[in-house]
């Protein structure tokens, strides 16, 4: 049964509740009638729908001269992406050791020089993020700066490293990335643009938290993901893409292009179909649930985030400097007015005994926030952060919301070509780690889109080829991967 209309009410994020002005896209094209025919439709309106737009509409880009649609369910942003954390959070070495082990054991099954692609991606994602929104002026509240981050080995603990079992597995896949990276043809003597912090004291001041041990320190970013989303979108609008919104695409069909039933809102046929819809990808195929599709790769996950509203005692002259990624924490950044925004790792809560995988995998339910989650979320800047003080009235967590991710099975996103659909595309799966992917993912799409041929800047694992679909297959599976100390591990992830 398709998931749209919902039956419920999503609850609304702090990057929702903060864009709702004229010159925002609530509601835009959802009263106006479908056009019959379009060369291209791109389905869904998150980052991935917007961003692809935009690239397509550039000047050259596959879309100019062209009838582009963006069908959106709902409104633009109203997914992952209006619910997300905000962080632009490139990965380092932590996130080697899941990525080169086998997919059978819960990994990425990329070879070394596969893992240093994706991990320098995400770099180039982030400088790409600070390029357009410089050379189109956006107001998005990018911030580019430093985070403190680390994962220990197992896949299972994110570090400001406060155990030193953690810190001692963060040793042990430093020491495998720099062996890869210096025996890497590409990517020897890069320099990676992060340091540790071994010393606890040392630790301890820089993360201003009692209880770090270790930390590492590297190139992180964050921004408004609705404003950003709503930004993108509006230029591809503004160079002639036509966006509905409250037209979801309820079925799909090839006959001699494709053919898109959007319920009351009508048919539309398209030469050339994007699916953009990471979490609700596997509705679009379902009767390819199972086996090696597209709908089966990918499975959605609920996520948890609030907004915490600072006391005095980390405003101002005193706010937080860095992004964080905690160990049996959350992650977590903070807004340039607002506050900080922060999530919990699912791991942290299944390990914590506040809620079950039942209450995560899964759902698609975005209207539900589970009660622990949101006293863990408002209680953690209290617990964490040293001097912190009282909270008066209105500061603390002000809102708490959960949104709707894609955990891919070998955790790496779904980029180009659907092979046994001619014209369709595909964007999708990002697995937790969307912002620092794709941007730079829909621009090699919009390219292949233009050349038909991939786009060398974009790690050729992303391809959706039919053997990786086979092999994914048999990847472990969801939630019975191991972390540290044996603990339930988060969801496979960078
Ligand atoms: C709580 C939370 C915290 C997160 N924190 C971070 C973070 O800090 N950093 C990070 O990098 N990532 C984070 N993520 C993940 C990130 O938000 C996603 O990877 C990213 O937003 C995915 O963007 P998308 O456009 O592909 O998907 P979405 O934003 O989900 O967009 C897909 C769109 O497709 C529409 N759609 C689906 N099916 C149809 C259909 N049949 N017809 C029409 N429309 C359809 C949906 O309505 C939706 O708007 C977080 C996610 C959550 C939920």
New binding site residues.
Partial sequence: M???PQPFVSTT?HWQATNRGPTSLWNHGRDAPLPASADIVI????????SLAYHLTREGGAGVGKTVVV???????????????????PAWYTAFASLVRSVEEGGGGCTPEQALEVIFNEQDTLALAQEIVARDKLDVDLWVGEKLEGKAVCGGANAVFTSAAAAKLNDEAYGAFHAALAASPRFAGRDVGWRRISDPEEARRVSRQAHAVATNIGPAG?CH?HRL?TALMRLAINAGVQLFSW????SLRHETGWVLD?GTQGVIRAGQVVA??????R??FPTEKEGASIGAHITPF????ALVVPPPSYAGSAALRHTYSVENGP?L?HTPHAGIVL?VYNSTAVNAGLCGWVDILGVED?SVVVPALADWLGAYCRRAYEGWGTEGQGEGATRV??????ASADLLPLIGAVRDKPGMWA??G?????????LTCTRGLAAQMKTGDWDERLPRVFDITPERLQRARHAAAIPTFQGVGGAVSEIPRL
């Fill in positions: 398709p998931p749209f994020s389905i869904g309106a998150g980052i991935t729908g917007a069908l959106e369910a709902r409104d633009v942003a109203s997914g992952s992406t209006g619910k997300n954390g905000g962080h632009i959070a964050s993901p989303t037209a979801p695409v309820l959007c953009a819809t990471n979490a609700w990808t509705h679009l609920r996520g948890h985030a992650y950044m999530g975005d919301w959960s949104g709707v991710l894609a964007a999708a990002f697995h937790g780690h969307g912002m620092a992917r794709i």
